[in-house]
């Protein structure tokens, strides 16, 4: 299986901040990388597909970059609704793999 | 609206059995590649099997290959996670979620576009 290592596992930002979120897979997967948001209790949401492509719907603050084994979630701006967990998927392979996750809380 | 509604979860002894469901509506089910998800408590996102739009391609985590078996009904639209000698580790939320095949560059990749809202199993004596 590919593994997906997540960093931080936490992080505590202000509003206005810019936060980034970094993704690393076991092996290359090219562009095959989305992101996901997750609020309590709610079920995940897609931010960012194929690495860099915004999800319709989800506000132009958010960003996606990297291919290979490098990849990157970036907040421009942090907004108190932005207060969620943060996953990394890949899609390369058909069994799909997340990260563990990036808990975002507010300073 | 594309709706994705799990039932099923419930109390179950280690060992025992349980059969999820998922009813699809507000889109063509028979077209999508469909998957089970599972978060336990506090913890992260777990792939755990996927089926493909006809039926034909089926893949499993290895923490639940043999054990439980993925299956659909296309003209139920609905989505089945049969679940065979459960442990106390499958305790979690499972989510029912829509795969949409898009081609980047030249291959296809999968993205969860839609989940629904999930139904918890526990598994403890």
């Known amino acids: 299986d590919i593994q997906m290592t997540q960093s931080p596992s936490s992080l505590s930002a202000s509003v206005g901040d810019r936060v980034t979120i970094t993704c690393r897979a076991s092996q290359s997967i090219a562009s095959h990388l989305n992101w996901y948001q997750q609020k309590p209790g709610k079920a995940p949401r897609l931010l960012i597909y194929a690495a860099s492509n915004l999800q319709s719907g989800v506000p132009s603050r958010f960003s996606g970059r990297g291919s290979g084994t490098e990849f990157s979630l970036t907040i421009s701006s942090l907004q108190p609704e932005d207060v969620a967990s943060y996953y990394c998927h890949q899609s390369y392979n058909p069994r799909a793999t997340f990260g563990q996750g990036t808990k975002v809380e507010m300073k | 609206e594309v709706q994705l509604v799990e039932s099923g979860g419930g109390l179950v002894k280690p060992g025992g059995s349980l059969r999820l469901s998922c009813a699809a509506s507000?889109?063509?089910?028979?077209?999508?590649?469909m998957n089970w998800v599972r978060q336990a408590p506090g913890k992260g996102l777990e792939w755990v099997a996927s089926?493909?739009?006809?039926?034909?391609?089926?893949f499993y985590a290895e923490s639940v290959d043999g054990r439980f078996t993925i299956s659909r009904d296309n003209a139920k639209s609905s989505l089945y996670l049969q679940m065979n000698s459960l442990r106390v580790e499958d305790t979690a939320v499972y989510y029912c979620?829509?795969?949409?095949?898009?081609?980047?560059?030249?291959?296809?990749?999968?993205?969860?576009?839609?989940w629904g809202q999930g139904t918890l199993v526990t598994v403890s004596s």
């Open positions: 089926i493909s739009s006809g039926g034909s391609y089926i």
């Open positions: 507000g889109f063509t089910f028979s077209s999508f590649t």
């Open positions: 979620v829509r795969q949409e095949d898009l081609v980047v560059v030249v291959t296809a990749t999968g993205i969860f576009d839609y």
